[in-house]
């Protein structure tokens, strides 16, 4: 029973094989080729470097498929898929090379009586995974999954392997039962008795039919969405785990920071993350943009990329412009200015692709372009001359002290331990000035020895880089940092979530006659009022009695894992936590972020993001708090609770302000 | 068509503005200068109007400080030459600086057929009058101020300009070239450029500096005093929470019969 | 002292401009102080219906000629400096308004005189005369003392009550004989503001709305409360620059002129330009972020607050109390 020992045509089989499976290779290396090419045309940047914990997430995302778990219908089935698919590749490239190679001494793999029985029974399985893939894909499509042809390709490809193994395996049965083949039994019983001859033609044309389907798929599969398949655990290997909390692009050209309109614009791995995508929608079910009904998707962006990819790259890589632009002919200005950089989509997706770098890349472009709307370009007038984005005097900056009772140090005059940079909302604000003075208080009340800059802090610029600002956030960036490093303090402490997220991962800070040339640690407000808490140093005089929920700031939460902190205190002083459905890295964002704070709706919406989670939170038996820790929050949600008409049954609070309750003796 | 474009800098309102020990002038550790925001539009219209018909910009303006920012800004924006004229230039307003932009225009020759002259309407500290009219007299040329829309027309030697009066009303004027325009607001509001651009200008273009001689300058007119506008009738300011001022305002709407 | 003072009677599409009177009325005031005799310039196509009303000057001199039909500040300045000239005088006063705007600099360089703009107040004190200006937005005010009376005065609009510069008498008239001279400035046409959704000069409440209301989403709230209120949205100069607000709803020098029953100025901090268009509103309610914004020393009540607070509050008091 040897399918290659026979003739077909009157050729000897394993001639045939060589041929087909020298076409099949052909074709795959050709678009392998053309490929590699394109990425090398793009710009470079560095993805080689931490090998060891690449190899973890290698592990943790393609071996243990972690991120696919987040969505439970699919989670287990890709599981299997996965695994069924790697097993089966291995058993094929085994069969393969025993069939091109017919001298070899071992056996098929189906042969072997453990390897067999495992192909039987995972091939039951997986065509159990098909009749549920393609249902999802009939019946319950969930929001944002596309149905394709080629998903249909690839599925009937799938289910005439597993058909052609069983049926195989069954036929085979009818001749000599053994105790490893208990599905190819079932099969063969129901086959009856068969004539051997007949047994054994049948079982090489299933034997050929699945070889040859195989060689196919291989060709095929880099031409298609499949080739998420090859290049996903590679994408994987790839990350950079700092992204996007830094927008750094590590070793790339100084070009880059003008943004990218065209294919070779863009590095490398932001191409090659379009070739990754599996078109799951995943990213496309969290975005706040698309489920308020903005155009952003962030799916589409990728998707878009790899098809204006298609029609430039692919088919001339020298071409020096291209009839139709990549910005405007496939994505819209509008759609990149929707993004609230929130991060959401990345966190979903299981593949590890960085919607927000390409995204970015391309306001960047826009930004250059002097193509930004009027009044994100009037906030970055008045950002680049006073150095906040309200327009206000310097020296106006630290005027919400003027209500303390006591004096806050000036930290260019004296040594502090911690250097607190409150950002531009806690101190410009009027809606928030009075939380910035519990937070004052909080710290006064506890002894921490901290001070701020005055009039010298500028704004930290996490909004503008994001905008697309690269120059601007530099500017800000450098005189930030040409002050900080005459200041002598030991931490820093930040208000705002931006703020504390561009300065912990992109201003790298250091000074070796501090800390001995190691970075400087970067607190939220609400990590240093949990430690002060822990370490008694904070005493608390009155427990509050209330239930309230929590919003995790996606800058907080999402880009920097602090979700415990906050709970923390509020379990402290006696605030009762009912979760959102949409809770830690699950949280909805508020809408401001990513510059979208400046930004005005020109369409019309479903609702914006803040009302959406307004609604979560007021649906929530007992919820009469609502809880932020980010001065743009605060903002953000009481506008919300105003135009949802939800004033009578939720309020907004900052965690300062409940703290401080609890805290004050009078 | 060649556009020279004066440009000036002046205090800033965002800023607290402060009375010297002098009493006639500003504190100076309090000032920081900003371009005149008309001047801005003027700037604005000049690469309009270059972009739509071609031509070069120059761009002069006096020393002050942050006026170097100012400068390299218009290059950024499309000005093809910049000029910082050198000197204290504290003492001279709109007739002393229409002196010395008169022998700017002179000295490199810049009056052409065709040459469009732009500046902003009217300054923030313009005590003596507009730059403008001073100047159109100085070069014998005609001046037109309060502009919000410029254009060439066909025959190349002149141009239809709109000038603002008041009530909304708005007159359309045709000004043979060489002339002098005051531009109240450009046709759009002035463009964003983003710092890296500007940074890189900073590195590749130079700002010309020139000194022009200042005999025969017309000195302003001596200020006696500078006060901040205190005592004057103040509005009664009403105090409270949102939900009482607004009960107070109902309450003044209704006695006025208003509502 | 000298003999007399000259001023000019600004006039457009048939009307004296209220500057005009302003001026007049101020003019009158030192006149009478120092005995000096006033003297009115009215130039025009035909200026004979414009005569009565203009009583408060000693002498009206007219000038008529076609080409005078526009004013048009050069040929403005030339008959200023002859009829100066001619009477030797070398005082004069003009308004500091769009249409009369170059009179002054180009008058001032003709007489080789000072030029004193934006004067507030204009006065006669000691043989001197005194002048107040206010500079840089009028967050300073400056005073300018001209001891030779040699001088031309550019008044800033809405410093003066116009009441005081008008009368019933029929002024005394003469002629004055003037040779236009070619001008490179044609006048084509005058362009109407489009006032067919709303002509806000009209309207007896206006909810205006300045930079302070910080993007244009806010925008929604001012017509929100007009809803309730009545009356119509209008707006300040850099928000109608910014094209949040169509330019028939601009108010101040370049806009209209509003005297509205109320007047709500929503952000605005009240620079003299805006000032100037609204600042005869019966009741003027401010309200601003900014305790120090001008608009405080125009408003009858003042407000220190975010609109975004505030705003939706009144709208909903209003709608309660209106039922």
């Known amino acids: 029973m040897d399918p290659v020992s026979i003739y077909i045509f009157g050729i000897p089989a394993y001639t045939l094989l060589w041929v087909i499976t020298l076409i099949s290779l052909f074709f795959f290396v050709k678009r392998a080729y053309k490929i590699v090419r394109i990425l090398k045309k793009a710009r470079p940047e560095s993805r080689f470097d931490n090998f060891s914990s690449r190899i973890m997430n290698f592990v943790k995302f393609v071996l243990g498929q972690q991120k696919l778990f987040n969505e439970k219908a699919i989670g287990l089935p890709h599981f299997l898929f996965f695994w069924g698919f790697v097993f089966y590749a291995t058993s094929f490239w085994w069969n393969l090379i025993r069939g091109l190679f017919p001298f070899l001494p071992i056996p098929y793999a189906d042969e072997v009586p453990v390897v067999g029985t495992i192909l039987e029974i995972s091939g039951v399985l997986v065509l159990l995974s098909i009749i549920i893939a393609v249902s999802r894909r009939l019946f319950f499509r969930p929001e944002h999954l596309q149905k394709s042809f080629d998903a249909g390709i690839i599925l009937s490809l799938i289910a005439i392997l597993m058909i052609t193994l069983i049926l195989g395996q069954g036929f085979k049965n009818t001749q000599e039962a053994t105790v490893w083949s208990p599905v190819g039994a079932q099969v063969a019983s129901f086959f009856g008795a068969m004539e051997h001859s007949k047994a054994v033609s049948l079982y090489n044309l299933m034997w050929w039919i699945h070889i040859v389907s195989v060689l196919f798929f291989l060709a095929y599969i880099p031409y298609s969405k499949h080739l998420h398949l090859l290049t996903s655990p590679v994408n994987v290997f790839l990350l950079n785990e700092d992204i996007p909390q830094s927008l750094d692009i590590k070793n790339a050209p100084e070009e880059i920071t003008q943004g990218s309109s065209q294919w070779n614009e863009f590095t490398w791995k932001q191409i090659f993350q379009t070739l990754t995508c599996a078109e799951c929608g995943r990213c496309d079910r969290v975005c706040p943009a698309l489920n308020s009904g903005y155009k952003l998707s962030p799916r589409s962006i990728l998707h878009e990329m790899k098809i204006n990819l298609y029609d430039t790259a692919f088919k001339n890589i020298d071409a020096e412009k291209a009839d139709k632009q990549l910005i405007g002919d496939y994505i819209s200005e509008e759609e990149l200015w929707q993004c609230t950089t929130c991060m959401a989509c990345m966190e979903r997706c299981a593949v590890l692709n960085e919607h927000l770098t390409s995204i970015i890349q391309m306001r960047r472009y826009l930004v250059g372009q002097g193509n930004i709307e009027a009044t994100v370009q009037d906030m970055l007038q008045k950002m680049t001359r006073y150095g906040n984005s309200f327009g206000q005097s310097e020296r106006n900056r630290a005027k919400w002290t003027a209500g303390l009772d006591f004096k806050i140090k000036d930290a260019r005059k004296e040594e502090v331990e911690y250097l607190w940079i409150t950002g531009d909302y806690a101190a410009f604000d009027v809606r928030v000035m009075n939380l910035t003075q519990a937070t004052a208080r909080i710290f006064n009340c506890a002894g921490l020895d901290f001070g701020i800059l005055y009039e010298a802090e500028k704004n930290s610029g996490n909004d503008v880089r994001r905008i697309g600002e690269e120059g601007l956030f530099e500017f800000l960036k450098d005189k930030n940092t040409q002050i900080l490093e005459k200041t002598k303090f030991r931490y820093i402490v930040t208000t705002d979530p931006h703020t504390y997220n561009t300065i912990k991962n992109e201003y790298h800070l250091n000074n070796a006659d501090r800390t001995n040339g190691n970075a400087i640690k970067v607190f939220h407000y609400t990590e240093v009022i949990d430690q002060l808490i822990k370490n008694s140093k904070l005493k608390i005089n009155k427990f509050l009695n209330q239930t309230a929920t929590y919003h995790d700031p996606c800058y907080l939460g999402r880009y920097n894992g602090i979700y415990e902190p906050p709970r923390s205190i509020l379990k402290t002083i006696g605030v009762k936590v009912v979760e959102m459905p949409r809770n830690r890295n699950q949280s909805y964002c508020c809408g401001a972020g990513g510059g979208r704070i400046w930004m005005e709706d020109k369409t019309q919406i479903k609702e914006r993001p803040s009302e959406s989670r307004i609604k979560e939170a007021v649906a929530l038996k007992d919820v009469s708090t609502f809880v932020v820790a980010c001065p743009k929050d605060i903002a953000m949600f009481t506008d919300a609770i105003k135009t949802t008409g939800q004033e009578e049954k939720l309020v907004v609070k900052d965690i300062a302000e409940l703290v401080w309750e609890s805290v004050a003796t009078v | 068509m060649n556009i020279v474009v004066l440009l000036k800098m002046v205090p800033d309102v965002v800023e607290e503005l402060k009375i010297g020990d002098d009493f006639k002038s500003l504190d100076s550790d309090w000032l920081r200068y900003i371009l005149s925001e008309s001047d801005e539009h003027a700037l604005e219209q000049a690469i309009i109007l270059k972009e739509k018909y071609g031509g070069t910009i120059t761009a002069v303006a006096p020393e002050a400080p942050e006026v170097d920012d100012a400068l390299y800004s218009a290059l950024a924006k499309g000005a093809d030459r910049v000029v910082k004229i050198k000197g204290e230039w504290d003492i001279y307003r709109a007739p002393g600086l229409a002196f010395v932009f008169t022998r700017f225009i002179e000295i490199n020759n810049l009056l052409g057929e065709h040459t469009l002259i732009l500046s902003g309407s009217q300054a923030i500290d313009d005590l003596e009058g507009e730059l403008v009219y001073y100047l159109a007299e100085r070069l014998g040329l005609p001046g037109c101020c309060v502009v919000t829309s410029v254009q060439y027309n066909s025959d190349g030697n002149s141009i239809t300009l709109l000038k603002e009066f008041s009530a909304g009303l708005r007159g359309e004027f045709e000004v043979s070239l060489p002339a002098v325009i005051g531009i109240q607001a450009a046709e759009n509001p002035p463009r964003y450029i983003p710092i890296a651009k500007i940074r890189s200008i900073m590195k590749t273009q130079k700002i010309e500096e020139i000194e022009i001689p200042l005999e025969g300058v017309p000195p302003g007119i001596a200020i006696e005093k500078l006060f901040e506008p205190v005592g004057l009738e103040r509005a009664e300011f009403l105090e409270g929470n949102p939900e009482e001022v607004s009960r107070r305002l109902v309450e003044i709407f209704s006695e006025k019969g208003i509502i | ?323």
């Open chain 3, 1 to 323: 002292m000298a003999n007399g003072i000259i001023i000019y009677i600004e006039h457009l599409k048939g009307i004296i401009s209220d500057i005009s009177f302003e001026i007049l009325g101020a003019a009158r005031k030192i006149a009478d102080d120092t005995g000096m005799t006033l003297y009115a310039v009215l130039a025009g196509k035909t200026v004979d219906s414009l005569l009565p009303g203009l009583g408060k000057a000693d002498l009206v001199i007219t000038i008529e000629d076609d080409s005078l039909e526009m004013p048009n500040p050069e040929a403005i300045a030339d008959i200023l400096n002859d009829v100066g000239s001619a009477k030797g005088i070398t005082l004069f006063m003009v308004g500091g308004t769009n249409v009369s705007s170059g009179i002054g600099a180009i008058l001032s360089s003709k007489q080789k005189i000072p030029l004193i703009n934006l004067c507030k107040n204009v006065r006669h004190e000691n043989g001197c005369i005194l002048a107040t200006n206010q500079l840089f937005g009028g967050k300073i005010f400056s005073e300018i003392k001209i001891e030779d009376s040699k001088g031309v005065f550019c008044i800033y609009p809405g410093s003066y009550k116009s009441e005081a510069g008008k009368s019933d008498k029929f002024p005394q008239t003469e002629k004055f004989d003037y040779k236009p001279k070619v001008s490179k400035i044609k006048f084509n046409k005058i362009i109407e503001p489009d006032l067919s959704d709303v002509d806000i000069s009209k309207e007896d409440i206006l909810v205006s709305v300045g930079r302070g209301i910080g993007n244009k989403d806010n925008i929604s709230l001012a017509e929100e409360l007009v809803a309730v209120l009545g009356g119509a949205v209008s707006a300040s100069r850099p928000v109608i620059d910014q094209g949040w607000l169509p330019l028939n709803r601009q108010v101040g020098k370049s806009g209209m002129i509003v005297k509205p029953k109320l007047y709500l100025a929503l952000g605005i901090s009240g620079a003299p330009e805006h000032v100037e268009g609204m600042k005869d509103s019966s009741l003027i309610v401010a309200i601003n972020k900014d305790p120090a914004a001008p608009i405080f020393n125009f408003a009858h009540y003042g407000l220190c607050a975010d609109i975004e607070d505030i705003v939706p509050v009144l709208t909903e008091s209003i709608r309660n109390k209106k039922g």
